[in-house]
Nanobody, 130 residues
Framework: QVQLVESGGGLVQAGGSLNLSCAVSGRTISRDDMSWFRQAPGKEREFVAAIGRFASGAKYSDSVKGRFTISKDNTKSMVYLKMDVLKPEDTAVYLC???????????????????????WGQGTQVTVSS
C-alpha cells in the first residue's frame, strides 16, 4: 500500500521560512518522479515544484522560483520542500505527489500537471501572516 505523509506545516510570519517533509512508503522513490502542489480554499490545485528521477534537476512555478527548493533523500524515502521568504499568498494546503511519468522529455512536459500523479498525501497546512 502506497502512503505519502506530509509534515512541517504551520503558521509563520511573512518573510519567514518553513521546511516541509513528505515520507513515502510502498514506493521506491529513486524510480519515481516527485512533486509538491498546493491548494488554497476555493482554488484549483497549483503546481509548486518537481524533481525527476533522472536527476535532471528540478522545476518550479514562477511564483516560487528562487524562494523554494525541492530535494529528496532516496535512502530515507523522503521528499522535502524548503520554503524561504514566505508571502501571505503562499498560504495553502501543501501536498506531495508521486508517480512515474516516463522519460525525461515526458517529465519536463507533464511534471506540473496534477493529473500526471496517481499517489497523493493528505497535505499539510501552511499559513503565512502579513
Amino acid at each position: 500500500q502506497v502512503q505519502l505523509v506530509e509534515s512541517g506545516g504551520g503558521l509563520v510570519q511573512a518573510g519567514g521560512s518553513l521546511n516541509l517533509s513528505c515520507a513515502v512508503s510502498g514506493r521506491t522513490i529513486s524510480r519515481d518522479d516527485m512533486s509538491w502542489f498546493r491548494q488554497a480554499p476555493g482554488k484549483e490545485r497549483e503546481f509548486v515544484a518537481a524533481i525527476g528521477r533522472f536527476a535532471s534537476g528540478a522545476k518550479y512555478s514562477d511564483s516560487v522560483k528562487g524562494r523554494f527548493t525541492i530535494s529528496k533523500d532516496n535512502t530515507k524515502s523522503m521528499v522535502y520542500l524548503k520554503m524561504d521568504v514566505l508571502k501571505p499568498e503562499d498560504t495553502a494546503v501543501y501536498l506531495c505527489a508521486t508517480d512515474r511519468l516516463g522519460n525525461a522529455e515526458r517529465w519536463s512536459q507533464y511534471a506540473s500537471d496534477p493529473r500526471s500523479y496517481m499517489y497523493w498525501g493528505q497535505g499539510t497546512q501552511v499559513t503565512v501572516s502579513s
